[in-house]
């Protein structure tokens, strides 16, 4: 799953977040034509000048609110 779009804070730089299942899937995406195919059209973008790439790994899918309807703070800890 894929989410790109323009930072609320910062108007000369977009946010791309991928969600991936597991590593095997993920290592086949790095693995992919497509992928070589994106990135080299991000970076022939005009004014295209640097990219910050972050990985964060959640094992916590649970829901946000518990069975109450309050946070689930603890989810954070």
């Known amino acids: ?7 609320p804070a910062v108007p000369t730089e977009i946010q791309v977040y ?5 590593p095997e899937a993920l290592e086949k995406h790095f693995a992919h034509e497509n992928y070589f ?9 005009e004014g295209f000048l640097d990219s910050i790439n972050r990985q ?10 518990d069975e109450s309807g309050k946070p689930r703070i603890a989810a954070l800890a």
Not at 1 to 7: E, K, T
Not at 18 to 22: G, K, T
Not at 37 to 45: H, S, T
Not at 56 to 65: E, F, N, P, Q, S
């Open 37 to 45: 195919q994106m990135a080299g059209a991000l970076q022939r973008v």
């Open 56 to 65: 964060y790994v959640a094992d916590d899918r649970g829901t946000v609110y």
């Open 18 to 22: 991928e969600l991936w299942d597991d």
């Open 1 to 7: 799953m894929y989410c790109f779009g323009l930072d």
